[in-house]
Nanobody, 116 residues
Framework: QVQLVESGGGLVQPGGSLRLSCAASGFMISIYNIKWYRQAPGKERELVASLTNHGRSADYADFAKGRFAISSDNTKNTAYLQMNSLKPEDTAVYYC?????????WGQGTQVTVSS
């Protein structure tokens, strides 16, 4: 069964760090492009970061540059989003996404709350 399961969210103080995980099952995640999105309450879902297949190159939204890092681990079949210097405006549900034509896989999301 094809599945993406996110984990690693939680409550963190401003300036803190979190590492989100996206565990894939039923397919090899690293051979596809991987994306992380987020959606804050009342806002549209937005792209945070993307990683091309086999981790060849990464791209980030302006708000994520210099603070977030996307990666994948073939041995664990898992993608990651390392988030540093978190700000209250980073509060959102974070989703991993793997476009696998003609399908488009999404995880269930993990809540990140940045608050003192």
């Amino acid at each position: 069964q094809v599945q993406l399961v996110e984990s690693g969210g939680g409550l963190v103080q401003p300036g803190g760090s979190l590492r989100l995980s996206c565990a894939a099952s039923g397919f090899m995640i690293s051979i596809y492009n991987i994306k992380w999105y987020r959606q804050a309450p009342g806002k549209e879902r937005e792209l945070v970061a993307s990683l091309t297949n086999h981790g060849r190159s990464a791209d980030y939204a302006d708000f994520a540059k210099g603070r977030f890092a996307i990666s994948s681990d073939n041995t664990k079949n898992t993608a990651y989003l390392q988030m540093n210097s978190l700000k209250p405006e980073d509060t959102a549900v974070y989703y991993c996404n793997v476009p696998r034509f003609p399908l488009n896989y999404w995880g269930q999301g993990t809540q990140v709350t940045v608050s003192s």
